[in-house]
């Protein structure tokens, strides 16, 4: 039987794998939607899962579907940068960049392309962002390879009627296209169904794996459903680690399979419960979150 919501099993955990007399600690983390949920923004799947207008969601991040219609994908993720643009990291991202100030073996590998566990001053070093990011911009002409990090223009186009054919005229080009007379659309860089992960960082994330055993794997807010993602739990347990899993929606704590007597599952919100369970290895967030806020809005 695993520990259910046994934060005091789950500190004495802590307390051993960083115990002075052995070898620092290596934690990995997989993030899904859920942790960015208290900041107001919608999930994929399970009870906070949200329609967007008529959309399921899934059905709007693929290639076919932005061949079919760009003006559709390029307003529902317009609109994703807007919402989480708007938002704020929460407790939950604050405690994971903490983690990672604190522990230099501390790797977390996120599904969120909403650009919060960087706001929240998580160390880029230590954060490998599975999917992309909304704010990265990138040629949809195979073969190009142009790309624009980190823009957070908002809007992204100005306002034009709500004709598709005017928005089509508005959406963002590709400059590296147009200079060589070439007109070709930009796109979200995020990954999408039936996409590879970056070669790149899919190569960094093995090598870390490949240094050595891994103590623990929190896995925070994610159905665990998408693949290659959702195998990093499988790959951390061969690697010995313990696995801990924080989810609001109890089926979704029993979803990883395989879960072992000694892992631990948290039932509630990634928010509140991460400053708490890290607690022993970051401090109490509050000041640390504080300041941070603070100093993004300077
Ligand atoms: P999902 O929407 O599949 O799962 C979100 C999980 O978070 C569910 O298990 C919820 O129960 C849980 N949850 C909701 N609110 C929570 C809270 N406040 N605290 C803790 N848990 C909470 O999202 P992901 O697992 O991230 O991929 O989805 C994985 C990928 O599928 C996404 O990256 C995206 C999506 O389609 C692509 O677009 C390629």
Redesign the pocket.
């Known amino acids: 039987m695993v520990h259910r919501n046994d934060l005091f099993a789950f500190h004495a955990l802590l307390a051993r794998i960083t115990a002075p007399d052995r070898r620092p600690p290596r934690i990995l983390a997989l993030c899904?939607?859920?942790?960015s949920?208290?900041s107001g923004l919608p999930?994929?799947?399970?009870?906070?899962?949200a329609l967007w207008e008529t959309h399921d969601p899934?059905t709007l991040?693929t290639p076919e579907a932005f061949r079919r219609d760009p003006v559709l994908v390029w307003r529902f993720y317009a609109h994703r940068r807007s919402v989480a643009l708007h938002a704020r990291p929460n407790a939950g991202h604050r405690a994971l960049a903490a983690l990672a100030r604190n522990c230099p073996g501390f790797l977390c590998l996120t599904?969120?392309v909403d650009g919060l566990s960087p706001r929240a001053g998580h160390p880029p070093a230590q954060l490998q962002t599975l999917?992309g990011s909304l704010f990265d911009l990138r040629c949809a002409r195979a073969g190009c390879g142009y790309v624009e990090r980190d823009n957070r223009q908002e809007p992204l186009w100005a306002a034009t009627t709500a004709d598709d054919d005017d928005i089509l005229s508005v959406l963002p080009r590709c400059p590296a296209c147009r200079d060589r007379g070439r007109s070709s659309l930009l796109r979200p860089g995020?990954?999408?169904?039936g996409e590879a992960l970056d070669k790149a960082m899919v190569d960094e994330v093995d090598t870390w794996i490949d240094a050595g055993k891994i103590d623990l794997m929190l896995v925070?807010?994610?159905?665990?459903?998408?693949y290659p993602?959702a195998g990093y739990v499988d790959v951390a347990r061969e690697e010995g680690a313990v696995v801990a899993s924080?989810?609001?929606?109890a089926a979704?704590l029993g979803c990883l399979s395989g879960m072992q007597p000694e892992d631990f599952a948290f039932g509630?919100?990634?928010?509140q419960l991460l400053p708490r369970m890290l607690e022993p290895l970051i401090g109490e967030l509050s000041q640390t979150g504080e300041w941070l806020e603070a100093k993004e809005d300077s």
């Open positions: 899904g939607a859920g942790l949920a208290a999930t994929f799947r399970g009870a906070t899962g899934m991040a599904q969120n999917h995020v990954v999408w169904f925070v807010g994610t159905s665990a459903e998408v993602a924080v989810n609001l929606d979704d509630g919100d990634a928010a």
